[in-house]
């Protein structure tokens, strides 16, 4: 459920305020549409403004249907306007986490087949690592709209790769897309500068933060990669993978102390021009962009043995009934070159659509940073996350511990703390798990799975009637 909360912690902090718009009022010699949909997205004020463009060329060429834009600023804002009664829009955005909790809630309608009617060739037309974060019981729950791979940013005035092999330091080859574990660490050291105040590596001690690191040495993060009972990073490769990451990542002199975290996050360092290198994602760029004087780009995340890394995913969904073939009209008409490129254009979203997102929509290259195509190099590296609906509360039982592993003074061996980990994530995601004596059960809530009490959860069936709404919602 740690997964879900994404999306019903998401789909869950309403501003109370959604916004329309998209939808023309039909005049006094023209008769109303027979169809009316409501296209339900959240995001920034730019992708917003795209969502409308997309509307209203809809609106143009539709005879009979017409959509009306239903906008909320964050997921979460989304879920609380729908738990308090709001209907589910016709068409929404949603992450993939919360893809188990929509199934289970009967709020979603396979989309292959009616994209395949209108002619979409799904083989190389699209990213495959998206087309299968949102496949379930053989069928394409969602139609992925983004995929944004976890990437590092890192500051080209504290990391100059020319001056560095200059001086005869390992620096990443050829392009200088990706780097390894020794080119990493170098880099880290010519960042962190004493006199200066600067720091070349922030890395939260988180699972996703992680989690890179044990799949790049070969290591598993799960028991088993579609239903997990528990985390998996006492196994050896994980410890192995695990102890080389931590003999850079712990490093005082490279990483941001304790002391420096409790005063600023690593991406407030990072905008201050104080630290070497962050992780994030694409819809980082626009805020960094906004930074005076902070010059940036984009790099892999270092490679023990192969490269991997975890990525956030973002689909279009139908909810069931209604007018489905009015919906996929949309869907088709969202999925289009065009449509995709005016959400690209925004800077936060990498298109999973192949001819956009090598396109000087998504590439920008005036703009920082100069190598963006590393997004899209890197999303066949991204390690899908098991879809359970048990993930939820995952990272409030171990997280504290991983904090451990990054912080712990003297830690000659992981082997005894990456066993506390694997049996306090059991709490969570064994639904059968009995504790071991002494052991705590790392449920904050106390619950069998960790979720707060009280968090919110999307209603239990579709909340559209049989036929599209009036729009006016």
Not at 230 to 250: C, G, M, N, P, Y
Not at 299 to 324: E, N
Request: contains cysteine; proline residues 9%; aromatic residues 6%.
């Amino acid at each position: 459920m740690l997964v879900v909360l994404g999306l019903v912690a998401a789909l869950a902090a309403c501003t109370g305020d959604g916004g329309s718009d998209g939808e023309p009022e039909p005049s006094a010699t023209t008769s109303a549409p027979s169809v009316r949909l409501t296209v339900g997205v959240y995001g920034s004020a730019p992708e917003i403004a795209a969502w409308k463009a997309v509307v209203r060329t809809f609106n143009a060429a539709a005879t009979s249907s017409q959509a009306t834009l239903k906008t909320w600023p964050s997921r979460a804002a989304m879920v609380a306007d729908v738990e308090s009664g709001t209907p589910m829009p016709d068409l929404y955005l949603a992450d993939r986490r919360d893809l188990p909790e929509l199934r289970d809630r009967q709020l979603t309608q396979p989309v292959f087949d009616l994209l395949d009617a209108r002619g979409i060739s799904f083989g190389d037309e699209f990213q495959a690592t998206a087309l299968r974060a949102f496949t379930a019981d053989d069928n394409l729950q969602c139609m992925p709209y983004s995929a944004s791979p976890m990437v590092m940013y890192y500051n080209t005035d504290l990391i100059d790769f020319d001056r560095m092999s200059l001086r005869g330091l390992p620096v990443p080859d050829g392009e200088r897309l990706g780097w390894d574990l020794e080119e990493f660490a170098a880099a880290a050291r010519f960042a962190s500068r004493p006199q200066r105040g600067t720091k070349g590596i922030g890395i939260e001690p988180t699972l996703r933060s992680l989690a890179p690191f044990v799949y790049s040495g070969g290591g598993q993060v799960f028991d088993d990669p579609s239903d997990p009972t528990s985390l998996a990073l006492s196994d050896d490769d994980s410890q192995q993978a695990l102890t080389q990451a931590l003999e850079v990542l712990r490093d005082p002199q490279l990483s941001l102390t304790q002391e420096q975290l409790a005063k600023a996050t690593p991406e407030q360092w990072f905008k201050r021009g104080k630290l070497g290198v962050l992780e994030g994602f694409r819809d980082l760029t626009p805020e960094l962009r906004r930074v005076d004087g902070l010059r940036f780009d984009t790099i892999s995340l270092p490679r023990i043995d192969d490269y991997a890394t975890v990525g956030d995913f973002t689909g279009l969904c139908l909810t069931p009934g209604g007018a489905i073939n009015k919906k996929a009209d949309f869907l088709f008409h969202a999925i289009s070159d065009e449509s995709f490129s005016r959400l690209a254009d925004t800077g936060y979203v990498v298109p999973v659509k192949t001819s956009v997102a090598r396109s000087q929509a998504f590439l920008q290259s005036l703009r920082q940073p100069e190598h963006a195509s590393i997004f899209n190099a890197t999303i066949d590296s991204i390690q899908l996350s098991p879809l359970s609906d048990r993930l939820a509360g995952l990272g409030d039982a171990v997280d504290p511990l991983l904090s451990e592993l990054l912080t712990t003074p003297v830690l000659e061996d992981v082997g005894p703390l990456t066993e506390q980990i694997d049996e306090v994530s059991r709490s969570v995601l064994d639904p059968d798990y009995t504790p071991s004596p002494g052991v705590p059960s790392g449920s904050p809530s106390g619950s069998p799975t960790g979720s707060p009490s009280g968090s919110p959860r999307l209603p239990s069936s579709p909340t559209v009637p049989p036929e599209p709404g009036d729009g006016d919602s």
